[in-house]
């Protein structure tokens, strides 16, 4: 692939690592959440639903105030959010698959596993440890390791939100099947991030995907309605949300919510 930087890196280190390791013992599945239906539940009404993220650290953002991943789960589907993303790396965003076990026991929503997967096999495992949905990214991944990943997501019942940072990278996404896109605002080569970057792509996408995210560095409620007038269904917000001493308070203001006072 032409990326290089930091998803690179990311990603030569989880295959190193899935190298490195045997397959994980099976597990009983939990009953599966319909992570698509709750994010398109509001397309005819008056706002984007939010796919609300917890997360210790992050390349771009270094240490988040919140340890405690499971209180701001909580906090987050009080507050409004139509399914939760749990970063279940750990070197690189301070997460585990237990984070994902713990948030799912303790609330109601869908669940996405955000990671870096590289391998058919990892999806099954996500679908195990309680995964509603696995984040795969487009710009990393061979056109035959997606399409082979989004299969395996469709044959064992988990959503695949396919990610990209460009109409290019969507295209291919659309291509090896995806039906659930996200546009990453975040170039995760460089770590910079542009919210025009999902603006101007989603409307290109939007009559082929069933559901569509914009993704990374949405701060306001104006960055919501812009998301929703280009199209999309969703958003993923994580850090405006987690940098606040109240997260499910900064969602209740995101969301325009009267009571959340600034
Ligand atoms: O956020 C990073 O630093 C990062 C670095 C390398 C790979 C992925 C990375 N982030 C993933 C994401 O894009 C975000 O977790 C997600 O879209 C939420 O974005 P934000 O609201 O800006 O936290």
């Known amino acids: 692939m032409s990326t290089t930087g930091t998803l690179d890196r990311i990603m030569a280190r989880k295959r190193q690592e899935l190298a490195a390791r045997p397959p994980m013992a099976p597990r009983t599945r939990p009953m599966p959440r319909d992570f698509a239906q709750g994010l398109v ?20 953002g270094g240490d988040f105030p919140h340890a405690d991943v499971v209180a701001v ?7 409004g959010a139509s399914a939760i993303s749990v970063l279940t790396d750990g070197p690189d965003f301070g997460g585990g698959l ?45 056109d035959g390791e997606l399409r082979e990943m989004v299969a395996t997501a469709k044959a064992v019942g988990v959503a695949a939100l396919v990610e990209a940072h460009t109409e290019a990278h969507a295209e291919r996404a659309l291509a090896a099947g995806a039906k659930l896109v996200g546009i990453n605002n975040r170039n995760l080569a460089t770590l910079k991030t542009d919210t025009g970057t999902a603006l101007r ?49 900064a969602l209740r ?5 009267k009571d959340a006072a600034p």
């Open 98 to 142: 237990e984070d994902l076990v713990a948030v799912r026991a303790a609330v109601s929503l869908p669940v996405l596993r955000k990671d870096f997967l590289v391998a058919a096999r990892e999806v099954e495992e996500s679908a195990q440890w309680g995964a509603d949905a696995v984040l795969l990214i487009a710009d990393a991944l061979e």
């Open 253 to 257: 203001r995101l969301l325009g919510v």
């Open 73 to 79: 789960a909580r906090a987050y589907e009080a507050a």
């Open 201 to 249: 792509v989603m409307p290109k996408l939007r009559s082929r995907a069933r559901v569509l995210v914009a993704e990374s560095g949405l701060k306001s409620l104006a960055d919501l309605v812009a998301a929703q007038e280009a199209g999309a269904d969703a958003v993923l917000v994580g850090e405006s949300l987690l940098r606040e001493p109240d997260p499910g308070h």
């Open 41 to 60: 539940t509001h397309r005819s009404g008056r706002r984007v639903s939010v796919i609300a993220e917890v997360k210790r650290k992050s390349p771009s």
